[in-house]
């Protein structure tokens, strides 16, 4: 009990709070699911980390401070929370398809992956959501969250490196790593479902 | 393509990439990846997170402000 009054009474309940929580934090919503989706790969788990996010974002919402950009804080404690809590239950990626990611990935240090000569922009124009959102959920985490971040969340690298507290050093070389395990795993996939295969170079 | 570069930078990118095959090819490829991530891969919050986020807060806040006088 002690303990819950302790907590209750670092939440600011005054209208101020409430209007900040509303004006600048709610109209995040739908990013913020989109991430945690993308890092849980499941929505029950994606809603519970969200919520628990807004929740967690209004009890420290007096060390927010209004102009400053609301998305990156608020990302920044929805990846913390997803690494502190829900890393180790969140389900793996699905494995059917793409499991040649994880096999071909060993660390950052690796050299390219070997089918990126492989893959067309055309190829890629074709491909459905569903198959690019695949590619993705089956990226390691740390690549995934990237590759979120930047390329669909448009974060610019200072931005992701205080999101995910790196050096922007590793922004970039994270960044290009995931690209190319992205664009690998594609191709990979585009290859054995018959995509433009008059493009597709054959080397193997 | 993630505007990072400087306009130096980007000029002297610009002016070799038309020079280039293999580099048009990555450059091209690169941007339809961005371009196909964005806009193929977004999912909406459900509506009832967002009613449930609200109702939660609601409650917290009004248990917050009964309880803060008491143990003041």
Known sequence: ?204 | MDKEASPEEEAAFLANKDQCIPCQEGYELETSLKKAIKEKCTSKCPDELFTRIKEKLFLLIILISILIPLFC
């Open chain 1, 1 to 204: 009990m002690t303990m819950d009054v302790q907590v209750e009474n670092e939440i600011d309940p005054s209208p101020h709070a409430r209007q900040i929580f509303e004006k600048e934090f709610m109209p995040h919503l739908d990013a913020m699911y989109n991430f945690a989706l993308r890092l849980t790969n499941d929505e029950d788990d994606a809603q519970d980390l969200v919520q628990d996010t807004c929740l967690k974002a209004y009890r420290f919402i007096n060390s927010f401070e209004p102009g400053t950009y609301a998305k990156a804080w608020l990302f920044r404690i929805l990846k913390n929370n997803f690494i502190n809590d829900y890393r180790k239950k969140s389900r793996g990626p699905s494995k059917v398809e793409f499991e040649w990611v994880e096999q071909s990935f060993a660390g950052e240090d690796d050299p390219e992956p070997s089918h990126q000569a492989d893959l067309h922009a055309e190829t890629v124009n074709e491909m459905l959501g569903d198959e690019i959102t695949k590619a993705i959920q089956a990226l390691p985490v740390d690549f995934r969250m990237i590759i979120i971040l930047c390329d669909l969340e448009e974060f610019s690298y200072e931005e992701m490196a205080k999101i995910l507290n790196i050096p922007i050093g590793t922004v970039r070389s994270r960044l290009h790593r995931a690209r190319a395990l992205l664009k690998d795993s594609l191709a990979t996939y585009a290859k054995s479902k018959g995509y433009k295969a008059d493009t597709l170079s054959g080397n193997d």
